[in-house]
């Protein structure tokens, strides 16, 4: 098989991603940057999972933190409450976020446009205040973990941040490899035709419930997944942390600053945003809290009025702008 300009792309950023590890003190110890590395991966692939419901479905969800807390309390619950180990708690976390994310988008797919996008606000409100009260789960206080012995059998790392990174790796591989097979397969062209036009998607033959809830169900389960990571690199878990409007907007404004709906554009949008959060958290955290947001305001302001794209947009208008001047010149 003949390997597109895609698929090398693809190939060869994950040989540099793999071979990085292996540079002495770029990942490592407690490298700053591996830190920064781990998150920059972590997030992009949460971004990826809301980009195949709102980017390839074009069904915009502001409730994804609900899907990504569920996952973070699977690890949690399995290894504080139960005494077991995350890889236990992960898998189940991702089967009760896919389940609860059929249950309650089945009625709210009935809603279309803005008045989904308003449902799924309260979902994440309704989730946030459940969590905040049952006792089972931690309430409030949220779940503390115990101190483990490092190593992968307990996914957990005090002094490298090398198993954290290939952690997310492995999970940055999984998700943007479903991807890429939905983009090449049937699933992928009844999502783009549900988007482009649903009842258009149904004179044609295509379910679209059910290629919405499935879309869902998928998105939810590696939200979920990133959630249960987000969880044992933390060590705590609580409703604040992971199931807020504050971190489901994180999973919107990735994309969208990205290129919504664009194989890339989610990891685009992580590395600049990850990086801006933690550095200016690190060395302007003396101008006050909340620098790092107005900073990736401005930034998310300025590229919208010049490429409603996204970053995608923005090189996709200077290739072809760079192509066009190549032929200009081969005209003389």
């Not at 089945?106 to 803005?114: A, E, I, M, S």
Request: include cysteine; hydrophobic fraction near 50%.
């Amino acid at each position: 098989m003949r390997l597109n300009k895609r698929d090398k792309l693809w190939y060869s950023f994950i040989a540099a991603a793999l071979i990085l590890p292996c540079i002495p003190g770029v990942i490592g110890g407690a490298s700053f940057f591996g830190h920064v590395a781990t998150m920059v991966l972590l997030y992009a692939s949460m971004a990826q999972s809301w980009n195949i419901i709102s980017g390839y479905g074009g069904q915009v969800s502001f409730g994804h933190s609900v899907f990504f807390g569920i996952g973070a309390y699977g690890a949690g619950l399995a290894v504080v409450t139960f005494g077991s180990l995350p890889w236990y708690g992960a898998p189940l976390g991702m089967l009760a976020a896919a389940a609860v994310s059929i249950l309650i988008s089945y009625p709210c797919f009935r809603l279309k446009g803005h008045y989904f996008a308003i449902a799924t606000f309260a979902i994440v409100e309704i989730f946030n205040r459940l969590f905040m009260i049952w006792d089972a789960v931690g309430g409030a206080l949220g779940l503390d973990y115990p101190i483990l012995p490092d190593g992968w059998k307990n996914f957990s790392w005090s002094e490298t941040k090398t198993g954290y990174y290939l952690g997310a790796l492995a999970i940055f591989i999984l998700v943007y490899g479903i991807v890429r097979w939905i983009e090449k397969n049937r699933m992928g062209y009844y999502l783009l035709a549900v988007r482009e036009g649903q009842e258009t998607a149904e004179s044609l033959g295509v379910n679209s419930t059910f290629v919405k809830l499935g879309a869902m169900a998928l998105s939810a389960a590696l939200a979920a997944l990133c959630g249960a990571f987000f969880a044992q690199y933390n060590y705590r878990v609580d409703p604040p942390m992971v199931m807020s409007l504050d971190m489901s907007m994180k999973f919107v404004l990735i994309t969208i600053l990205g290129g919504i709906g664009t194989f890339w554009g989610p990891f685009l949008g992580a590395l600049v945003l990850i990086p801006l959060q933690e550095y200016t958290r690190a060395y302007l955290s003396h101008l006050g809290a909340g620098i790092d947001l107005i900073i990736f305001g401005v930034i998310i302001i300025i590229v919208m009025i010049k490429e409603p794209r996204g970053i995608m947009g923005l090189l996709s208008y200077f290739t072809k702008n760079h192509a066009g001047g190549k032929r200009e010149e081969a005209k003389f």
